[in-house]
């Protein structure tokens, strides 16, 4: 059974750095892997989607890694802002399976401090 | 191209009672998911519809079921409401395989 771990569970932050959230599934057999973004008592805004085929995506100041064979994803925000603050999740498409179903992590929430 | 719309935002509903909730698929996408938020945990997989069919369902009791529309719209129903089932419910539509799109979900709560 697949499981999806994120770490930290709450991570703050000064405004300007860098930072890393981590990421860890179980099994490798893996369709695809997104990352998401979530405002208080909000939806679901898509990050980037990374195929099982690829090694990283990157959007504006987001890149994103997958590493397959130790079960592991990064995010890495560039210069983070206080709009910044917000609940992280990935999620992993499972390999082998007919439906596309997501399995979630259960987040990082990020503040990033002015 | 709009975008996946949830209806209602907000529901308030006692134990024992039914609900259903709606959800409006982005255009040219054939793919609606369920998905259960409980506070404070990543969101559950409910179940899939396809071209109106089920199309997989995650580990939820059959007083969960679901509907697809011909114009690919979705309906959750929940009957035999439970204290448990309060949570932020969202939908997602989708290609086959392709991005998940989410709606801004409909919080239910149970009374």
């Known amino acids: 059974k697949q499981e999806v771990t994120q770490i930290p569970a709450a991570l703050s932050v000064p405004e300007g750095e860098n930072l890393v959230l981590n990421c860890s599934f179980t099994d490798s057999a893996i369709y695809n892997l997104q990352w998401f973004r979530q405002d208080p008592g909000k939806g679901l805004t898509s990050l980037l989607l990374?195929?099982?085929?690829?090694r990283e995506q990157t959007s504006g100041r987001l890149n994103a890694s997958l590493d397959k064979s130790s079960g592991r994803s990064t995010l890495y925000i560039a210069a983070s802002q206080p709009g910044d603050s917000a609940t992280y999740l990935c999620?992993?498409?499972?390999?082998?399976?007919?439906?596309?179903?997501?399995?979630f992590g259960t987040g990082t929430l990020l503040a990033v401090q002015p | 191209e709009t975008g996946v719309t949830q209806s209602p935002t907000h529901l308030i509903k006692t134990r024992g009672q039914q609900v259903t909730l709606r959800c409006s698929s982005q255009?040219?996408?054939?793919?609606v998911s369920w998905y259960q938020q409980a506070l404070g945990q990543g969101p559950q997989f409910i179940f899939q519809?396809?071209?109106?069919?089920?199309?997989g369902r995650g580990n939820f009791p059959p007083r969960f079921s679901g509907l697809q529309f011909p114009n690919y719209s979705s309906e959750l129903n929940v009957n035999a409401l439970e204290l448990d089932d309060s949570a932020l419910y969202l939908c997602?539509?989708?290609?086959?395989?392709?991005?998940?799109?989410f709606g801004p979900g409909t919080r239910l709560t149970v009374l």
């Open positions: 255009s040219g996408h054939n793919t």
């Open positions: 999620a992993v498409g499972p390999g082998g399976s007919a439906t596309n179903k997501l399995i």
């Open positions: 990374i195929q099982s085929s690829q």
């Open positions: 997602a539509s989708s290609t086959g395989t392709d991005t998940q799109y």
């Open positions: 519809y396809y071209r109106e069919e089920e199309n």
